[in-house]
């Protein structure tokens, strides 16, 4: 049985840090390209940050030198830190598995999700 569990979202004014984890069962994301998610109210869901299998990170453009994807498989979980937040970059944040198209990171999850958690910033 899939299980994502997030953990560790938050309030924090705009400029603060927060890091965010992921605790999987039932499958090994050793053998998977895992992605962080995000989703606004009124937004798709998109994908900001993605971790091939070697641990080489990927991140969309409005994430990119503030955001740091890491992944443990051995504990089977998967990191974000953030720093510098901004407003825009409050959402429910979510993992699951991603993929590649042509090099570029795309959405592949399963079917499982898990409930995420709140982000916010604001002053």
């Known amino acids: 049985q899939v299980q994502l569990v997030e953990s560790g979202g938050g309030v924090v004014p705009p400029g603060g840090s927060l890091s965010l984890s992921c605790a999987v069962s039932g499958f090994p994301i050793s053998i998977n390209v895992m992605g962080w998610y995000r989703q606004a109210p009124g937004k798709a869901r998109e994908l900001v940050a993605t971790?091939?299998?070697?641990?080489?990170?990927y991140y969309a453009v409005s994430v990119e030198g503030r955001f740091t994807i890491s992944r443990d498989n051995a504990k089977n979980s998967l990191e974000l830190q953030m720093m510098n937040l901004k407003p825009e970059d409050t959402a429910i944040y979510y993992c699951n598995t991603a993929g590649f198209r042509d090099g570029t990171p795309v959405n592949l999850p399963g079917s499982e999700w898990g409930r995420g958690t709140q982000v916010t910033v604001s002053s």
């Open positions: 971790s091939r299998m070697g641990g080489t990170a």
